[in-house]
Antibody, heavy 118, light 107 residues
């Protein structure tokens, strides 16, 4: 069955970077985009971007354009989201999700809490 | 960018009630609209895709309608497990924005 397993919680200082991983299994990894969505404490869902595991190209929301990198490793079926220049407002749970080709996200990772604090 | 506006932001209802949540897109998105349910501390769960298609395994008490810019999610015969937060999302063009959410609470 399809699974999306994310890396564990992180605590970072302001100005640092964080790299969150999402390991996919149970389907053809290169056939479906993977998206990243974050949720600050008590807040709504915010779309960050997506990566194409086939070619590695990525599209980002403008809010993150200058600070985010999304990559993939086809040998391990893993995608990575790296966010740099962290600030307290980046404290959130970060989710990866499998794109069902324009039909929403059926499968989600369990979420990774990133806490930014001095 | 396409802005998604949900209403209401919160809703009080009782077990057995029928509720309707609306979502409006700032421009036409055809039927590229999904609805999610999220319980505290969990990942969102896909309920409806393509505006009106019920995701496999989701009870038929959930239904979606609309196209273009205006969409609705209807939940009939509310049960205790339905009290959660609901989000719409446009899947038409990036950035794939979400509505701000509707928190469904027990009256």
């Amino acid at each position: 069955q399809v699974k999306m397993v994310q890396s564990g919680a992180e605590v970072k200082k302001p100005g640092a970077s964080v790299k969150v991983s999402c390991k996919a299994s149970g389907y053809v990894f290169t056939s479906y985009f993977i998206h990243w969505v974050r949720q600050a404490p008590g807040q709504g869902l915010e779309w960050m971007g997506r990566v194409n595991p086939s070619g590695g190209s990525a599209t980002f929301a403008q809010n993150f354009q200058d600070r985010v990198t999304m990559t993939r490793d086809t040998s391990t079926n893993t995608v990575y989201m790296e966010l740099s220049s962290l600030r307290s407002e980046d404290t959130a749970v970060y989710f990866c999700a499998k794109d069902e080709i324009g039909s929403g996200y059926t499968y989600w990772g369990q979420g990774t809490l990133v806490t930014v604090s001095s | 960018d396409i802005k998604m506006t949900q209403s209401p932001s919160s809703l009080s209802a009782s077990v057995g009630d029928r509720v309707i949540i609306t979502c409006r897109a700032s421009q036409s998105i055809s039927n590229f609209l999904s609805w999610y349910q999220q319980e505290p501390g969990k990942a969102p769960k896909l309920l409806i895709y393509a505006a009106s298609s019920l995701q496999s395994g989701v009870p038929s008490k959930f239904s979606g309608s609309g196209s273009g810019t205006d969409f609705t999610l209807t939940i009939s015969s509310l049960q205790p497990e339905d009290f959660a937060t609901y989000y719409c999302q446009q899947n038409y063009s990036p950035p794939y924005s979400f509505g701000q959410g509707t928190k469904l609470e027990t009256k």
